[in-house]
């Protein structure tokens, strides 16, 4: 089975905290993707990344950086947290393809930030 | 640009009763499309795919057909369990080189036995 696995289930952390989130998958899926979960919005995407040291931006990467230097590995850092980033993050990954592949996510880390 | 809107939830429905959960979507050309659904402290999972009028998707007693004309996308079941309680979001892929996804909003679905 694919995995995605995410650092933290749930993280609370301070105004101005540097935060970083962990996201591996053993299936070496060629994509990988952050996304933000809040309610009412549904899912959007903030960056991904389509190969080692790749990465593009989302809908709404402000505020974000990401960081991929190994394939199954990708991490998504908040500089400087703020509580407008309370919120649930979920990682996904999918092969590489000119059809579609599915995406597998993890089961999320809900950041709290106060 | 691309968009996808789904019914307001939540939705409550009892067990064996016929649930359906509208989706509409905006897009340039001709998107795949999809449901995802996620079960409580999960992560959200493919349930079924579209990628071309009038196909099909179904999975687990759940079916959509690709609407082109209506620009629709909606989820159907005849007899809903208390398992399928979940959170189910619609989406669609604009292109097919494209990997990124556009959710709709999602739409939390309880059942009661």
């Known amino acids: 089975d694919v995995k995605v696995t995410q650092s933290s289930r749930y993280l609370v952390k301070r105004t101005g905290e540097k935060v970083f989130l962990e996201c591996v998958q053993d299936?070496?899926?060629?994509?990988m993707f952050w996304y933000r979960q809040d309610p009412g919005l549904g899912l959007r995407l903030i960056y991904f990344?389509?190969?080692?040291?790749?990465?593009e931006k989302g809908d709404i990467p402000e505020g974000y950086s990401v960081s991929r230097e190994k394939k199954e590995r990708f991490s998504l850092i908040l500089e400087s947290a703020s509580t407008n980033q309370t919120s649930m993050y979920l990682c996904?990954?999918?092969?590489?393809?000119?059809?579609?592949?599915?995406?597998?996510f993890g089961p999320g880390t809900r950041l709290t930030v106060l | 640009g691309n968009s996808v809107t789904q019914m307001e939830g939540p939705v409550t429905l009892s067990e064996e009763a016929f649930l359906t959960i509208n989706c509409t979507y905006t897009a340039t050309g001709y998107p795949s499309l999809f449901w995802y659904v996620q079960y409580p402290g999960e992560g959200l999972q493919l349930l079924l795919k579209?990628?071309?009028?009038?196909d099909k998707g179904s999975n687990k007693g759940f079916e959509a057909t690709y609407r082109k004309e209506t620009t629709s996308f909606h989820l159907e079941k005849g007899s809903v369990q208390v398992s399928d309680s979940a959170v189910y979001f619609c989406?669609?892929?604009?292109?097919?080189?494209?990997?990124?996804?556009?959710f709709g909003q999602g739409t939390r679905l309880t059942i009661n036995p």
């Open positions: 990344s389509y190969d080692v040291k790749m990465k």
């Open positions: 989406a669609l892929k604009v292109s097919q080189g494209a990997q990124k996804l556009v």
């Open positions: 579209a990628t071309k009028a009038d």
């Open positions: 996904a990954s999918s092969l590489r393809g000119t059809s579609y592949n599915e995406q597998f």
């Open positions: 299936m070496d899926h060629e994509n």
